[in-house]
């Protein structure tokens, strides 16, 4: 699947965004409600201020002239000043407020990703690279919070400022007012242009972003084998085109922005000329007073102000829009693996995995199991062997549960897996993968990953079991030496065994090995199959492999072919089966030795 079908499919509907909207904020409606009436102070006390202008004007400064009386206009001033603190005040009531709130939303959008990231079943993770993941989790979330940062403060004040001034205005004068409100219907034409050009800029913006963010995490993520294979030029390329595609995106977002902001002060100028035109003629015949006429061009400075706000409120506001769609997208997906709703409680697995009629498929009409019947005793080591595509290895996410069959079922102990909360079927169920991921921590840290509640007697106990304890204990720090870059520092036996001493101390009934000692050196492996009796030792092991060595320690072989078993039996019984396929699959392996 391509990038954009993957994005497309994960992608929201209007609705599903503004429903995430809906649900972050509801825990917080009494607060946003507090947040208003602070905001809806601070507007007032900012709208009073040209009407005490004018009142200083008309009703202050006469007295001064007639009697001398500064008593008049001293009020007007204390008037002023109160309403110059009460707007400060509430102001720095709701940034902390704003803060706040903001913060807590963010904080549970992203435990909520998280979280619901980590539910999705591989399938999901199969289409969805980690450079979108990582869009998600961070420009997204960042573009949501900007908006309740400045968006909701933005639409609130415009919102009163607009309606505020323009009663006031009338009130002020009816007729000058009607004058002045002219200008309307070019805002609305101008602000509508925008609002919808602009929605359609920024969606495309937030598409771009992602593919410059997808591309450097894989890149970057990729680095031996971008570096190995003299691919730098082309990922340059490829790099140097989505930023360009970026770059072209976000200058379509500022053209509409340089011709919207300019459009708004000009229809704003306009105003204020013709305003003042009229009302200084109007005040020459004595119909207005100096002060409306004052308050009037105030007012219209500030009726004004928000629009040019409006611009960066649309911006923030659409970015959000299409964060909120993706986030919504991504949250609307359900995990291909369920929880069950009411799973069956168990206790003390003994580790019999059992395949009843089992079919599978990735693709519909192309099985990959067809009808798999197989039955693997609490206890035995099973090694499963077989040519690329046989089925092996989807054999085993389906005993993991990564995957569920499209027919028959998959028991554990007699118990369906579908049936099993995912914390038991996960704490008895454990595969080891070839890629011996090593995660961000002290070597500790990551033997005790499927138990972090272990301690470090138990560590070491295990790392020992495993002859890990030397190589560890050799390093700069020991248990605690910090892995970096996925254990990098480390060789590949080294990884190998801190996974298997991580299996070792998560203790699970079932252990597969899914081609676990395939990027092992003949020295590495040898260290690793010492270990691999320990590790299997009193569980049930299911061992996929294509190299041989690690056969020879199972009780039995299952030979794969098209997602059926062919030849099932003790290894050294198909080994010396005349025109067997094991017989043959081991004698093209000793012959690789020679």
Not at 9 to 35: C, F, I, N, Q, Y
Not at 481 to 506: K, M, P
Request: hydrophobic fraction near 45%; include cysteine; charged fraction near 20%.
């Amino acid at each position: 699947m391509s990038e954009d079908a993957a994005e497309n499919l994960t992608s929201g509907s209007g609705d599903a965004a503004r429903r995430l909207l809906r649900e972050l904020l509801r825990p917080w409606h009494k607060a946003l409600g507090v947040l208003v009436a602070v905001v809806l102070v601070e507007n007032v006390a900012r709208l009073s201020i040209p009407y005490l202008v004018k009142e200083g004007i008309d009703v202050g400064i006469p007295p001064i002239r007639e009697d001398d009386d500064l008593g008049p206009l001293l009020l007007v001033v204390g008037l002023v000043l109160v309403a110059t603190l009460s707007q400060a005040l509430a102001r720095h009531r709701f940034l902390l407020m704003q803060g706040r709130i903001g913060q807590q939303v963010l904080y549970q959008v992203r435990r909520r990703v998280f979280r619901h990231f980590q539910a999705l079943s591989p399938a999901f993770h199969d289409t969805y690279t980690s450079g979108r993941v990582i869009s998600r989790q961070t420009s997204d979330v960042d573009a949501i919070y900007e908006m309740l940062e400045t968006g909701f403060d933005g639409l609130v004040t415009a919102a009163l400022t607009l309606v505020g001034t323009a009663g006031i205005l009338l009130f002020l004068d009816v007729e000058l007012g009607l004058v002045a409100l002219l200008c309307g219907p070019f805002l609305a034409l101008v602000t509508n242009w925008f609002r919808t050009a602009s929605a359609r800029s920024y969606r495309v913006t937030r598409e771009k972003v992602a593919l410059v963010i997808v591309h450097f995490v894989e890149t970057m993520g990729g680095v031996r084998a971008v570096q190995a294979f003299r691919r730098e030029p082309r990922n340059q390329e490829i790099f140097d085109d989505v930023g360009d595609q970026y770059r072209g995106a976000s200058l379509v977002a500022f053209r509409l922005v340089a011709l919207f902001m300019p459009g708004i002060r000009l229809i704003g100028n306009v105003t204020i000329a013709v305003v003042l035109l009229y009302g200084g003629y109007r005040a020459t015949q004595g119909e207005v007073t100096v002060g409306v006429l004052a308050a009037f061009l105030l007012y219209l400075r500030q009726f004004f102000e928000p629009m040019m706000e409006i611009s960066q409120f649309y911006n923030t506001f659409q970015s959000a829009c299409a964060a909120l769609d993706k986030l919504a997208g991504v949250l609307e997906q359900r995990p291909g693996v369920p929880e069950p709703e009411d799973p069956e409680e168990v206790d003390g697995i003994r580790g019999e995995l059992r395949f009843e009629h089992v079919g599978f498929h990735y693709v519909e009409g192309r099985p990959v199991l067809p009808d798999l019947d197989l039955t693997i005793p609490a206890g035995q080591t099973v090694a499963v062997v077989g040519t690329t595509g046989a089925g092996k290895t989807t054999l085993a996410k389906l005993a993991t549960r990564f995957y569920d069959p499209t027919a028959g079922r998959v028991l554990l102990d007699g118990h369906d897996v579908r049936r099993l909360a995912g914390d038991t079927l996960r704490a008895d169920v454990v595969m080891v993968t070839q890629e011996n991921y090593l995660f961000s921590g002290t070597v500790a840290d990551n033997i005790r990953f499927g138990r972090p509640d272990a301690s470090m007697d138990d560590v070491v106990a295990a790392a020992r079991a495993l002859g890990a304890h030397e190589f560890i204990s050799a390093m700069p720090d020991g248990y605690d030496t910090v892995v970096a870059n996925q254990g990098g520092r480390l060789s590949a036996g080294q990884r190998q065994l801190v996974a298997f001493a991580r299996a070792f101390l998560a203790d699970p009934a079932v252990l597969i090995l899914d081609e676990a000692t395939s990027s092992l050196d003949v020295p590495s492996e040898r260290l690793v199959q010492r270990a691999l009796r320990t590790v299997l030792a009193g569980r049930t092991a299911v061992i996929i492999a294509h190299r041989l060595s690690t056969v020879e320690i199972a009780d039995r072989v299952l030979v794969m072919e098209h997602g059926r078993v062919v030849e099932d039996g003790p290894p050294a019984v198909l080994a010396a089966r005349s025109g067997g396929r094991y017989a043959d699959l081991h004698r093209a392996w000793e012959d690789s030795l020679a």
